[in-house]
């Protein structure tokens, strides 16, 4: 048995063994699973689809006295919720703004928050007494923005399948799910998830630190829909703190969706955290649904949308031929396709949409298959990912290093 303070002393000495996900799975597959002495910390991360996002901030409208309280207020377009407190006349507005809320089909909160964090301006519309009020803001005219999860970091996710004939559009498609079991989505980053590595959350606990978009914020307890066998967390951070990187918007069939990203540092303090974080792919079920019903039917394993397969999308411009609107770049989620077979490497979450969209093979990536458990020979391709296991290993790799240089503290 260890404590927790003498892993910050060991932290504080630079004497600490941590580990990445990664590097501690890697040791489990080989057969060489680690005593409680060879590892003091291991870190976790997640980065995908997480639709319970949202933002409360503090906005400037107009100059004091302009107005007397705000009835309706958007963000380049997108709807947000004034109060609950009214700020009377003075000018600013407290609102709540959701990742999924919506100004089009291409532009929601997500890229909302993205672009504030970017650094972009961001044009403010209100609406009060019968009056319009504009301005136009940056994130440093905010005087107080705090991104926070209702849910997130789900211990495991669902895949979906369509078994009717028509095709179906869903917030876990991109393009219309095409029919008789011939294509599925996933969500999930598997073995390196936080919660999958500490599932009865008996270390992510209210108070918790984290990384929250790549800022450091904190857990605040059970999010919403977690049960004992499917916990996820609730956590917040401020915005301004965050990277643009590791959050952003997501395009489905259905609209815009919000890019969350989680990491999170496990201490080692006994053999049963040794266990827990053992835990492999194939270890992992994956539930398979019916996107008509979204009760599941059979299950896969993780392990066919993470082992021996590609996390990167690779792409051959010479294989670009000008044919036209680029089909790619138009059905891309984050839009980092770019004409003349480019990708902004930024954006790209290697979903794999435009490798089922480009017709001349720009765009090439193995996503997997679902080998489901109660039929041998049925391989489901799986044409959509809407989680990045390269991004959250790359979030494993950057808490590490702020463990190790005491930027980010237990």
Known sequence: ???????????????????????????????????????????????????GTAAVMTVPVAAPGAFLRADTVTLNGVPAFPGP????????????????????????????????????????????????????????????????????????????????????????????????????????????????????LGHIRPGTPLLLNGAIGMVMGEGTRSTPERRNIAACAELSAMDGDCMGGFVTAHGPECLTSVAIPLPVLSADDIIRLSVTDDQISLPVADINDRVPFSAASYADVWQQTDFTVQVDPLRCLFCGPCTAAEACPTKAVMMGGGIMRSRCVACGTCVHTCPNGVYTMDAGALHLQDDSEAAVPIVLRQSDRSRAEALCEHLRVQLQRGEFLL
């Open 1 to 51: 048995m260890k404590t927790m303070q003498e892993i910050r002393d060991r932290l504080a000495s630079g004497e600490a063994a941590v580990w990445t996900a990664m590097e501690m799975k890697e040791r489990v597959r080989k057969g060489d699973i680690p005593t409680v002495d060879e590892v003091d910390v291991v870190t976790t991360g997640s980065f995908g689809v997480m639709s």
């Open 85 to 200: 407190c009214p700020n009377e006349r003075l000018g600013t507005v407290d609102l709540m703004v959701y990742g999924t809320a919506a100004a089009s089909e291409i532009y929601g909160g997500g890229h909302l928050f993205r672009d504030l964090v970017d650094g972009k301006e961001v044009d403010v519309v209100a609406e009060a007494g019968g009056k319009t009020f504009e301005n136009t803001i940056y994130i440093e005219d905010l005087p107080a923005a705090r991104i926070f999860t209702t849910r997130s970091c789900f211990r495991n996710y669902t895949a979906f399948v369509n078994r009717g004939s028509d095709p179906a559009r869903t917030i876990f498609s991109v393009l219309p799910l095409e029919g008789h079991m011939s294509a599925a989505t996933v969500s999930g980053c598997g073995e390196i998830n936080p919660v999958e590595n500490d599932p009865a």
